[in-house]
T-cell receptor, first 110, second 113 residues
Framework: DAKTTQPPSMDCAEGRAANLPCNHSTISGNEYVYWYRQIHSQGPQYIIHGLKNNETNEMASLIITEDRKSSTLILPHATLRDTAVYYCIVSRGATNKLIFGTGTLLAVQP | DAGVTQSPTHLIKTRGQQVTLRCSPISGHKSVSWYQQVLGQGPQFIFQYYEKEERGRGNFPDRFSARQFPNYSSELNVNALLLGDSALYLC????????????FGDGTRLSIL
């Protein structure tokens, strides 16, 4: 399974867009990019996933580069409740195993 | 709709004991996975079950076992508990064993004394 690299921490001002980067240079053609976040003492929350096209839902947008070696999760208007650890995960089908790294701690500042 | 539910929410055991953790998936979901999250680290994959069959196993000793029932609920059993088994145990469910997103419960916090 491909390994991902994320910055350990990031700050964002409340109301501004939060852009969280992820590198996955060894991703294979049948692997999806998933994003989850985990707020303290809760289980990980699914945010969004994609294969090669950009994706958007009510929570966030996912931008995947053309070579698929990196992606960016965008939270358009960050709030204090978006403070969490964000995990970028690459996963293929079959067992659907998710391999979590250490993620990015996003701190939204008032 | 109810999300993934896990019981109990907290549990305290002593070394050498055995524990059973329970998980009810989202209605309609047939795949259940278990993860262990030690403090300060990301979750680590333990097992995945689909249609009552084991489809994947992580790097955990044989003291860890699981099963899935006809109603797709699941149990995780851990025997001969060690201090290092203290962790948050997470259950996740999804529709199939393909690339559908997994949805997590809030876990069982297991403390070993």
């Amino acid at each position: 399974d491909a390994k991902t690299t994320q910055p350990p921490s990031m700050d964002c001002a409340e109301g501004r867009a939060a852009n969280l980067p992820c590198n996955h240079s060894t991703i294979s053609g049948n692997e999806y990019v998933y994003w989850y976040r985990q707020i303290h003492s809760q289980g990980p929350q699914y945010i969004i996933h994609g294969l090669k096209n950009n994706e958007t839902n009510e929570m966030a947008s996912l931008i995947i580069t053309e070579d698929r070696k990196s992606s960016t999760l965008i939270l358009p208007h960050a709030t204090l409740r978006d403070t969490a650890v964000y995990y970028c995960i690459v996963s293929r089908g079959a067992t659907n195993k998710l391999i979590f790294g250490t993620g990015t701690l996003l701190a939204v500042q008032p | 709709d109810a999300g993934v539910t896990q019981s109990p929410t907290h549990l305290i055991k002593t070394r050498g004991q055995q524990v059973t953790l329970r998980c009810s998936p989202i209605s309609g979901h047939k795949s259940v996975s278990w993860y262990q999250q030690v403090l300060g680290q990301g979750p680590q994959f333990i097992f995945q079950y689909y249609e009552k069959e084991e489809r994947g196993r992580g790097n955990f000793p044989d003291r860890f076992s699981a099963r899935q029932f006809p109603n797709y609920s699941s149990e995780l059993n851990v025997n001969a508990l060690l201090l290092g088994d203290s962790a948050l145990y997470l259950c996740a469910s999804s529709f199939t064993d393909g690339n559908q997103p997994q949805h997590f419960g809030d876990g069982t916090r297991l403390s070993i004394l």
